[in-house]
């Protein structure tokens, strides 16, 4: 059997980090089995579905590197065939036509709550005849669910996950106006799309045992079924926006590599022993649906945090410069592309996410005199301004311009007169780039270059 999973998106907000990760146990599972996996847009919702969301949502599955197979569905598009269905159901005697108002759907409720019973619609033209048809009402039409037993879905993650057929109604499948439900139309496009394995999060059970009714009147081949637990907070609670929770989006824009990205949705609830830090290759190569947990993962940002830091240490310097770039505005060239390759073994070090590698990075397009932060301005002192004088003059002398060079000068400096490479090397920083912090100073001496380098210092001394 050809293994086929989709993602199914409602395209009425942005890819958040819930949906990426359904999206993402999904291609690695099609993939593991060299499988197809498909993209389905459910814009039925008219009102709500936005050509933006739309976009953001295709976006982010790209830069996250999640291709699918085939064209993308949209499931508006196919409103007539999920018609077609019900009107099929109903040929068949396994769905009805109801002819209930809105007013008394809602004495019926008023009713069952009065009387403490469960809201549901109870049936009451299910059995009439064809003679009690209303004229000039358009019905809808209902599935005539059985009412005795219980659906069992046999989940790959959950268990057997029992419902009594009592407690769920008769629901309907096609609207007065004849619209399709969102309950009906899910159910023909995964049969027509082929899909085999159903991976999606645990809200969706109770849909699970409605849906199979329908595949069962039509007698179509059961899914199999794998509901995710959702995901939670750091303190427990259902992830919101109060916890950071963003659309895949703005992770991309607060500098994350779709790589560690991966890595980090992956343990979200899926684990191979003690492992964290997982390629993408090894994640194909591994992943099951016996290995995702039943309780809902935590977010825990210091870790996605953590898990980009080693990223981005392990990645090329080209490939680093050339996701940072885009970050200086207006100032990207091949020779910033130059001085970033160059400097990046200093500044991936100390980097967890690209935009803490740009801003580290900006004493490379400073413009002079630098800019001294407040801890720059209190390194500089006088006598440490006196200090840098004297190193420009020894730099001055410099016969090749290369950080082991430079290295070796300061050192027989500092040993010549006493000091410590520290006493050196924080004024030194605070001349060259305007901060208490940078990569290695001799790194930076290098990138800078001799004829900037010496002016940076020589600004300060003139102070």
């Given at each position: 059997?050809?293994?086929?999973?989709?993602?199914?998106?409602?395209?009425?907000?942005?890819?958040?980090?819930?949906?990426?990760?359904?999206?993402?146990?999904?291609?690695?599972?099609?993939?593991?089995?060299?499988?197809?996996?498909?993209?389905?847009?459910?814009?039925?919702?008219?009102?709500?579905?936005?050509?933006?969301?739309?976009?953001?949502?295709?976006?982010?599955?790209?830069?996250?590197?999640?291709?699918?197979?085939?064209?993308?569905?949209?499931?508006?598009?196919?409103?007539?065939?999920?018609?077609?269905?019900?009107?099929?159901?109903?040929?068949?005697?396994?769905?009805?036509?109801?002819?209930?108002?809105p007013e008394e759907l809602e004495q019926m409720r008023e009713e069952?709550?009065?009387?403490?019973?469960?809201?549901?619609?109870?049936?009451?033209?299910?059995?009439?005849?064809?003679?009690?048809?209303?004229?000039?009402?358009?019905?809808?039409?209902?599935?005539?669910?059985?009412?005795?037993?219980?659906?069992?879905?046999?989940?790959?993650?959950?268990?057997?996950?029992?419902?009594?057929?009592?407690?769920?109604?008769?629901?309907?499948?096609?609207?007065?106006?004849?619209?399709?439900?969102?309950?009906?139309?899910?159910?023909?496009?995964?049969?027509?799309?082929?899909?085999?394995?159903?991976?999606?999060?645990?809200?969706?059970?109770?849909?699970?045992?409605?849906?199979?009714?329908?595949?069962?009147?039509?007698?179509?081949?059961?899914?199999?079924?794998?509901?995710?637990?959702?995901?939670?907070?750091?303190?427990?609670?259902?992830?919101?926006?109060?916890?950071?929770?963003?659309?895949?989006?703005?992770?991309?824009?607060?500098?994350?590599?779709?790589?560690?990205?991966?890595?980090?949705?992956?343990?979200?609830?899926?684990?191979?022993?003690?492992?964290?830090?997982?390629?993408?290759?090894?994640?194909?190569?591994?992943?099951?649906?016996?290995?995702?947990?039943?309780?809902?993962?935590?977010?825990?940002?210091?870790?996605?945090?953590?898990?980009?830091?080693?990223?981005?240490?392990?990645?090329?310097?080209?490939?680093?410069?050339?996701?940072?770039?885009?970050?200086?505005?207006?100032?990207?060239?091949?020779?910033?592309?130059?001085?970033?390759?160059?400097?990046?073994?200093?500044?991936?070090?100390?980097?967890?996410?690209?935009?803490?590698?740009?801003?580290?990075?900006?004493?490379?397009?400073?413009?002079?005199?630098?800019?001294?932060?407040?801890?720059?301005?209190?390194?500089?002192?006088?006598?440490?301004?006196?200090?840098?004088?004297?190193?420009?003059?020894?730099?001055?002398?410099?016969?090749?311009?290369?950080?082991?060079?430079?290295?070796?000068?300061?050192?027989?400096?500092?040993?010549?007169?006493?000091?410590?490479?520290?006493?050196?090397?924080?004024p030194l920083r605070a001349a060259l780039t305007g901060r208490s912090?940078?990569?290695?100073?001799?790194?930076?001496?290098?990138?800078?270059?001799?004829?900037?380098?010496?002016?940076?210092?020589?600004?300060?001394?003139?102070?």
């Open positions: 059997m050809k293994i086929v999973t989709r993602f199914a998106p409602s395209p009425t907000g942005y890819l958040h980090i819930g949906g990426a990760r359904t999206a993402l146990f999904n291609w690695l599972y099609s993939r593991h089995h060299k499988g197809v996996f498909r993209l389905r847009i459910e814009d039925t919702d008219r009102q709500r579905s936005t050509p933006a969301a739309i976009d953001a949502i295709i976006e982010g599955l790209e830069w996250l590197g999640l291709s699918w197979d085939d064209e993308i569905v949209y499931q508006f598009a196919r409103a007539e065939r999920h018609a077609e269905v019900a009107k099929q159901l109903l040929a068949q005697g396994r769905a009805y036509q109801c002819y209930a108002s069952q709550r009065a009387a403490g019973k469960p809201i549901r619609y109870d049936g009451r033209w299910r059995d009439k005849p064809a003679s009690d048809r209303r004229p000039n009402v358009p019905p809808v039409i209902r599935i005539k669910a059985p009412q005795t037993g219980e659906t069992i879905i046999h989940d790959q993650v959950q268990g057997d996950v029992r419902f009594g057929n009592d407690v769920l109604d008769d629901f309907i499948l096609l609207r007065s106006d004849g619209t399709p439900t969102y309950m009906l139309s899910v159910v023909v496009d995964d049969h027509d799309m082929g899909v085999t394995h159903i991976i999606r999060g645990d809200d969706h059970l109770t849909n699970a045992a409605r849906q199979r009714q329908i595949i069962d009147a039509m007698g179509w081949p059961e899914p199999v079924y794998a509901h995710l637990p959702l995901m939670h907070g750091e303190d427990g609670q259902k992830l919101s926006k109060r916890h950071g929770a963003l659309g895949i989006h703005e992770y991309k824009d607060l500098g994350y590599l779709p790589e560690a990205m991966r890595n980090y949705l992956l343990r979200l609830g899926w684990s191979h022993g003690d492992d964290e830090i997982i390629p993408t290759a090894q994640a194909v190569e591994w992943f099951n649906l016996e290995n995702i947990g039943r309780s809902p993962a935590r977010v825990d940002f210091k870790k996605l945090d953590n898990v980009n830091g080693h990223y981005m240490r392990q990645a090329s310097d080209e490939a680093l410069a050339d996701a940072t770039l885009p970050l200086f505005k207006g100032q990207a060239s091949p020779d910033l592309r130059a001085k970033l390759i160059a400097a990046m073994p200093g500044l991936k070090e100390r980097a967890k996410t690209l935009v803490e590698l740009a801003d580290s990075a900006q004493f490379l397009t400073a413009t002079r005199p630098l800019k001294l932060d407040d801890k720059a301005q209190k390194l500089l002192t006088p006598e440490a301004r006196a200090l840098v004088g004297r190193l420009k003059s020894l730099f001055e002398q410099a016969p090749s311009w290369d950080a082991p060079a430079l290295d070796a000068a300061a050192r027989h400096f500092a040993e010549a007169n006493g000091l410590k490479l520290g006493a050196i090397a924080q912090t940078s990569p290695g100073i001799f790194d930076v001496l290098a990138v800078l270059g001799r004829a900037e380098s010496l002016a940076r210092m020589g600004d300060q001394v003139h102070q």
